[in-house]
């Protein structure tokens, strides 16, 4: 069974520029998460999308956004690149469960893709 | 809101010790608890989870048990080895969204022979 597969694994940009980053998940799997994880502030959570509906969104400002596909493959998109977003970005998948209690929501992640921004 | 607070890292251990990570979290309802565990170069990999209080998960030979009355999720192994270096989280979800966990903010454990 394949993982959740990030592209790209490393990429440098400069302040000003945008990214796009791909995440396929687990076949099967139909919510796709993103994290930002940095040094200084942890994993922090970005946005969830399920049905290619965006479920949830932690706090970033609108340069970071996403999307999802009908397959379930999720791009997520950062434009007018600053520094401070240099990080490695984490997508995960999940299979998502009808019953809250079934301790289900456990989480694969990827490899990630780490973004530097010069 | 929820968190999750960790011990502060980091750790070095000598090969064959005992290790014991803190987690302590705050939540609303019955949360499930997670410990994923990161190595170098590669994302976050479930390590064990418990969905209920008193539940004790285990995997590798690390265990933890979900201690509502202390709010506590702490992660133990009786013996470590080198290959177990490597940055450890705990995490809990609410259970409301499938993909929305918080999690601490990792305890980097290094194993010496």
């Known amino acids: 069974k394949a993982g959740v597969t990030q592209t790209p694994r490393y990429l440098i940009k400069t302040r000003g520029q945008q990214v796009t980053l791909s995440c396929s998940p687990i076949?099967?799997?139909?919510?796709v998460s993103w994290y930002q994880q940095t040094p200084g502030q942890g994993l922090q959570f970005l946005f969830e999308y399920f049905s290619e509906t965006q479920r949830n969104k932690g706090n970033f400002p609108g340069r970071f956004s996403g999307r999802q596909f009908s397959n379930s493959r999720s791009e997520m998109n950062v434009s007018t690149l600053e520094l401070g977003d240099s990080a490695l970005y984490l997508c995960?998948?999940?299979?998502?469960?009808?019953?809250?209690?079934?301790?289900?929501?456990?989480?694969?992640f990827g490899a990630g893709s780490r973004l530097t921004v010069l | 809101g929820n968190s999750v607070t960790q011990m502060e890292g980091p750790v070095t251990l000598s090969e064959e010790a005992f290790l014991t990570i803190n987690c302590t979290y705050t939540a609303t309802g019955y949360p499930s608890l997670f410990w994923y565990v990161q190595y170098p170069g590669e994302g976050l990999q479930l390590l064990l989870k418990a969905t209920k209080a008193d539940d004790k998960g285990s995997n590798k030979g690390f265990e933890a048990t979900y201690r509502k009355e202390t709010t506590s999720f702490h992660l133990e192994k009786g013996s470590v080895q080198v290959s177990d270096s490597a940055v450890y989280f705990c995490?809990?979800?609410?259970?409301?969204?499938?993909?929305?966990?918080?999690f601490g903010d990792g305890t980097t454990l290094t194993v010496k022979p």
């Open positions: 995960a998948s999940s299979l998502v469960e009808l019953a809250a209690s079934s301790g289900a929501n456990v989480l694969t």
């Open positions: 995490a809990l979800s609410d259970g409301t969204n499938a993909g929305k966990s918080t």
């Open positions: 076949s099967g799997h139909r919510s």
